[in-house]
C-alpha cells in the first residue's frame, strides 16, 4: 500500500467515524474515495489506536533486529577477510581501514573493529621530510662504502652533526633499502687455547702478513701488511711483484725509525718471516718473534682480520689498471682506515684517535736498529 496522507491513527478514527454514521457520508467529509475506506477497513479491522501504536512499535523493532543481524553477518564476513598479520604499521592499518569501508561500513565502525584509533586516518605523517637528508646521506655514504653496515654510516653521521640512536639509524637504513653483501661464512674453531702474547700497549706486539692480488694487465700484486695489535694501526701496507726477506727487513726498518721498535713480532711460519736474515735483524735489534702454530691463523687474529677488511673493502671493490695506480690506491685507503674509519673494538674510535689516548709503552729500554 503507497504512503498516504493520513497516519495509521487517523485512519482508524475515520473508520469509526464510518461506523457511527455511513462510508459515503464520512468520505465526502475526509476528501476520499469510498474504496479507500473499504482498503482501510480490510487493513485496520477490528483495531483501536493503541493497537496501532504496539503494532508499529513491534515493527520497528523487527526492522532494527533485521539491520542489527544484516550487519553482524557483514562484521562477521569482513573480519574473515581482515589479515591481521599485516597490520604492522600504521600505513598497513590504514590500508585495513579502507578495504573494511569498501564493504559499505562507515568509518567509525571499521575503526572499532580492527581496534585502529580513528586519529590513525588522519594523521599526517611528518617523518619523510624529517629524515629525507638523513636517507639521502646514507645513500652517500653507502655508495662511498659500500662495505659498512649502519652502525658505521651512524658513526660517520655523528660526525657530520646528525645525532641518532642505533636504533633510528637501522631503521632508516631498511626505509632506504640498504643492504651489506653477506660474505661467505668463515670456518669457526670449536675451541682453542687464549691467544699468546696479548698486547698491552702500542708498540707492544706488531704483527705482519701477506696478501695476495693482481692488476688488469696480469701484474701480481703482493703486499706486505704490518699491524699495530692494540692500536688496530695500519703501520705500512708494501705493495710489490715481490717481497723477500730483504725487503721485508727494509720496510721493518722504516717502521722503526718513525714509530719506535716493538718488543714482539707476530707471524706465520712463511719463509719470508723464517728465514735467516729475518730471524739474525730480529735478534740484533732485541726484538722477541712470537710465530703462530702451524695451521692456526687464529693466533694471528689482529693481522688475519685486518687482511680480510683490506681485501673486503679495497682489493674486492677496486679494479687496478697498474701496479703504480694500485700502490696509490691501497695507501688512500690505508690512511682512510687509520683517520677516518670508526672501529667497533675500538669503541668507534679510528686507530689515531685511540692512540692519541694510549701512548706507547716505555717500561723496555731503546732499541738499536740494525743497518743492511
Not at 58 to 71: H, S, T, V
Request: overall charge positive; charged content about 30%.
Amino acid at each position: 500500500m503507497r504512503k498516504s496522507r493520513f497516519s495509521d491513527e487517523q485512519m482508524v478514527a475515520i473508520l469509526r467515524e464510518a461506523e457511527q454514521t455511513s462510508v459515503a457520508e464520512t468520505a465526502k467529509k475526509r476528501k476520499v474515495s469510498e474504496q479507500t475506506i473499504y482498503l482501510w477497513r480490510k487493513h485496520f479491522a477490528g483495531m483501536a489506536p493503541a493497537d496501532i501504536r504496539r503494532l508499529k512499535a513491534l515493527e520497528a523493532e523487527n526492522a532494527k533486529l533485521k539491520r542489527l543481524l544484516a550487519e553482524r553477518d557483514l562484521e562477521i564476513d569482513v573480519m574473515r577477510e581482515v589479515n591481521p598479520k599485516k597490520m604492522v604499521s600504521p600505513q598497513a592499518r590504514r590500508e585495513q581501514v579502507r578495504l573494511v569501508r569498501e564493504r559499505g561500513v562507515s568509518q567509525r565502525r571499521a575503526c572499532g573493529l580492527l581496534g585502529v584509533p580513528r586519529s590513525t586516518l588522519s594523521y599526517q605523517l611528518r617523518l619523510p621530510a624529517k629524515d629525507a637528508p638523513t636517507l639521502a646521506a646514507m645513500r652517500r655514504l653507502s655508495a662511498q662504502y659500500p662495505r659498512y653496515g649502519a652502525r658505521r654510516i651512524r658513526i660517520f653521521l655523528r660526525r657530520e652533526g646528525d645525532e641518532m640512536g642505533i636504533n633510528r639509524a637501522r631503521r632508516l637504513w631498511r626505509q632506504a633499502g640498504l643492504t651489506l653483501p653477506r660474505k661467505r661464512p668463515k670456518r669457526r674453531v670449536a675451541a682453542s687455547r687464549p691467544r699468546p702474547l696479548p698486547p698491552m700497549a702500542a708498540n707492544h706486539v706488531w704483527a705482519y702478513d701477506f696478501v695476495f692480488d693482481a692488476c688488469a694487465n696480469g701484474q701480481q700484486l703482493k703486499c706486505l701488511t704490518v699491524v699495530d695489535e692494540f692500536t688496530h694501526e695500519s703501520l705500512t701496507i708494501d705493495v710489490a711483484g715481490s717481497i723477500r726477506s730483504a725487503r721485508v727487513i727494509e720496510v721493518l726498518t722504516r717502521l722503526m725509525s718513525v714509530h719506535g721498535a716493538p718488543i714482539y713480532l707476530r707471524s706465520d711460519n712463511g719463509p719470508e718471516f723464517v728465514s735467516h736474515a729475518i730471524l739474525k735483524w730480529v735478534s740484533e735489534a732485541r726484538i722477541e718473534t712470537a710465530l703462530i702454530d702451524p695451521g692456526k691463523p687464529w693466533q694471528n687474529g689482529t693481522n688475519e682480520s685486518f687482511n680480510g677488511k683490506f681485501r673486503d673493502e679495497c682489493l674486492s671493490i677496486e679494479w687496478f689498471r697498474t701496479r703504480r695506480e694500485a700502490k696509490v690506491i691501497i695507501e688512500a685507503w690505508r690512511q682512510h682506515y687509520n683517520a677516518v674509519r670508526p672501529h667497533s673494538s675500538l669503541g668507534y674510535l679510528t686507530p689515531h684517535e685511540f692512540k692519541q689516548h694510549h701512548p706507547p709503552i716505555q717500561d723496555h729500554p731503546p732499541r738499536a736498529i740494525p743497518q743492511e
